[in-house]
């Protein structure tokens, strides 16, 4: 099994060029990725697949000053409760969450966990963009399933037949 972490707002040394990515520890077979600007960073974050026992994730630098310096991240374990949901917007509009937590309203995609041992739902909003309108949420992005033609979502552990992927679509 494995479960994916994104690193966000990441502040590097302007000494960081080049970067890759280990679990664990630094050996070949922990390797994550490899070959990571560091300016890569300044606009982007980095999602990454790993193995669900991993908590320690180290960056070593492969050129410039830094080279073979090496620093260290610790995540705790997550909760087994915490389902990791995509809400993503067809561009013709724009998609937000609005409680338990608020993530501002995007015309792209957001990532979002909700651990179902602390809330017991949460909501996401679509909003058409002039002169588009809102046709629904939907399991995918084309041929998907309608699963609600209701704007606002309230997501419950387990609704939806466990769909963790809903596409606000707009026209």
């Given amino acids: ?86 809400i993503i917007s067809d561009g013709d509009g724009t998609v937000e969450i609005s409680s338990p937590d608020t993530f501002a309203a995007t015309s792209g995609s957001i990532e979002y966990g909700i651990d179902y041992t602390i809330y017991s739902s949460f909501t996401a909003k679509a909003t058409a963009t002039y002169p588009y309108s809102f046709d629904g949420w939907y399991s995918a992005a084309s041929s998907g399933t309608l699963l609600s033609s209701n704007s606002t979502l309230t997501v419950l552990s387990g609704s939806f037949s466990g769909n963790t992927d809903f596409y606000a679509l707009f026209s």
């Fill in 1 to 86: 099994m494995s479960k994916r972490i994104t690193l966000t707002k990441v502040q590097l040394g302007s000494d960081l060029t080049v970067l890759d990515f280990y679990h664990t520890s630094v050996t070949a077979s922990n390797l994550i990725t490899s070959s990571i600007s560091a300016s890569y960073f300044a606009s982007n974050s980095l999602t990454l697949d790993v193995p669900d026992s991993a908590t320690t994730f180290i960056a070593q630098c492969t050129s410039g000053d830094c080279l073979g310096q090496t620093g260290s991240l610790y995540l705790p374990p997550v909760s087994t409760n915490t389902i990791v949901y995509n």
